[in-house]
């Protein structure tokens, strides 16, 4: 009884540490691997307790899981509460072009070394400097708008 046990035990957590795998952390980390040892070190104990004919059954058996298992993890919809649903629809500066013009003048609001945030018009802004280091509470200007980008420098 104690060998049944031991074997199912093993193929049983291989398994689920496959589906942890496959669906909290992905790629090939050590959670899988760790999976597929444990099951086949399982598998390797049904051949070596039980026989080949038992242990060619359980390889059967324990695909067959496996593959009702993963079927199921993703058709129950139970992992959609660990996924994210929303979308960012926005883009970085969107705008900028039409409130914005060279020479424009504003004010640093967090360190800039060389990207930060800054206020224009009463609006923030992600600024990007020419490599300097620019302290909150400095008075700076636009000197290029880029589609992306909002170059600017001390005053």
Avoid: C, H, Q
């Amino acid at each position: 009884m104690a060998e049944w046990t031991t074997v199912i035990s093993l193929v049983v957590l291989g398994l689920f540490l496959i589906l942890l795998e496959l669906l909290f952390v992905p790629g090939t980390t050590v959670v899988g691997i760790l999976g597929f040892v444990a099951s086949l070190f399982g598998i390797y104990l049904s051949f070596s307790y039980f026989g080949s004919s038992t242990g060619w059954l359980f390889v059967l058996g324990s695909s067959v899981f496996f593959a009702v298992s993963l079927y199921f993890s993703f058709k129950s919809k139970t992992w959609e509460r660990f996924s994210l649903k929303s979308a960012i629809k926005s883009k970085v500066n969107e705008g900028l072009i039409n409130e914005l013009k060279i020479n424009d003048e504003g004010m640093a609001i967090s360190t800039i070394k060389p990207i930060g945030k800054a206020e224009f018009k009463e609006k923030e802004y992600e600024v990007k400097s020419l490599g300097n280091y620019i302290e909150p509470g400095t008075k700076i200007k636009i000197i290029k708008i880029d589609i992306n980008n909002i170059i600017i420098e001390p005053i």
